[in-house]
Nanobody, 123 residues
Framework: VQLQASGGGLVQPGGSLRLSCSAS????????VGWFRQVPGKEREWVSC????????FYGDSVKGRFTTSRDNAKIMVYLQMNSLKHEDTAVYYCAATRTDYCYSNGNEYDYWGQGTLVTVSS
């Protein structure tokens, strides 16, 4: 399974952006999907995760109340809606999938990773 995150770009502070995660060779219906981000020179940060079965969603403290993770009805895509963006949200964002039905904040628990998409929040 190959994942691909897309939808990054340049946005002003306070703006919004929606990232998408897709899988080639499968659908994301079979996986719990997490979002992570990383700034060069810094540790990877867990952002959010959505389980496979009941759709429970969890968020890191730094994005809680501003970001929303969802699946499309066909469960092919997973989205990360980012609102009220701040300078500190600037990072490369990655989606990851795990065959288990649990959400993990530890990236080592995920089986598949995609190439990231750059989000730059700047005026």
């Amino acid at each position: 399974v190959q994942l691909q995150a897309s939808g990054g770009g340049l946005v002003q502070p306070g703006g919004s952006l929606r990232l998408s995660c897709s899988a080639s060779g499968s659908t994301l219906e079979r996986y719990a999907v997490g979002w992570f981000r990383q700034v060069p020179g810094k540790e990877r940060e867990w952002v959010s995760c959505k389980t496979r079965s009941d759709g429970s969603t969890f968020y890191g403290d730094s994005v809680k109340g501003r970001f929303t993770t969802s699946r499309d009805n066909a469960k092919i895509m997973v989205y990360l809606q980012m609102n009220s963006l701040k300078h500190e949200d600037t990072a490369v964002y990655y989606c990851a999938a795990t065959r288990t039905d649990y959400c993990y904040s530890n990236g080592n628990e995920y089986d598949y990773w995609g190439q990231g998409t750059l989000v730059t929040v700047s005026s």
